[in-house]
């Protein structure tokens, strides 16, 4: 299968940007409270004696994964640039992270007790998130559960030239309605259980959308 091209993109922009882009990136313990809570909310729906391990995909440089491990959930990371494979291996080498894409996961059918996609597909054009989700499905045993969050809007489409440290970045980011989300997460068999809308303030500048699903019996 031909790498989609804005796989390739997002690839070589985080292999640019990856070690500025972990010096930058707040720590989970420094993210705001709503924001805090819902990973904690997540950890606990996805703990043991819940089944299967969790893939923490699009980890980054690893801070989020070894907060939820921190938090005792069995988790790997998952990330499609090898620099920040590297990173979070250094940074963190008792937990596992491997280099993978999104669109085409090496993880066997209902494999997973759960799936955190942070900040982690809104790289990925309209079109392809039906593909991203039909994977999450895919890999998520029956309860699984799924909590996704990343940037919102109303259908705005970005094409930043440079990013965290001036670095030049290919990547363009797409901020789909959080109603538009919610339903592209039902078409692939998804049930959406919560749904959380940040609005703006002075250490964001966009809406923020968080939402809680999980893969039916």
């Known amino acids: 299968m031909t790498e989609p091209s804005h796989v390739t993109a997002v690839r070589q922009s985080y292999d640019t940007v990856a070690a500025d882009y972990a010096r930058l990136v707040k720590e989970p313990a420094e993210l705001d409270p709503v924001s805090r809570a819902m990973l904690a909310a997540f950890a606990e729906l996805v703990r043991p004696p819940h ?9 980054g440089p690893g801070k989020v994964t070894a907060h ?33 894409s999104m669109t085409a996961l090496e ?8 799936i955190l996609a942070y900040y982690a597909t809104h790289h990925t054009p309209p079109q392809w998130l039906p593909t991203v989700y039909a994977e999450f499905h895919r890999t998520l045993a029956p309860g699984g559960r799924l909590m996704l ?21 290919s990547y363009e980011s797409y901020l789909l309605p959080p109603d538009r989300i919610a339903e592209l997460l039902h078409k692939a068999g ?16 966009r809406q923020i959308g968080t939402f809680l699903a999980y893969k039916p019996q």
């Open 107 to 114: 993880i066997g059918d209902g494999e997973l007790g759960g």
């Open 149 to 169: 969050a990343g940037p919102v809007g109303s259908g705005e489409h970005l094409r930043p030239s440079h990013a965290y440290g001036d670095h030049p970045v």
């Open 190 to 205: 998804l049930v959406v259980t919560t749904r959380v809308v940040q609005e703006p303030d002075e250490g964001t500048k």
């Open 68 to 100: 939820l491990a921190a938090l005792g959930v069995p988790v790997f990371g998952v990330d499609v640039s090898p620099e920040m494979v590297e990173l979070a291996r250094a940074a963190y080498p008792d937990l596992r992270f491997t280099v993978g």
């Open 51 to 59: 089944p299967g391990p969790v893939a923490d995909l699009g980890c």
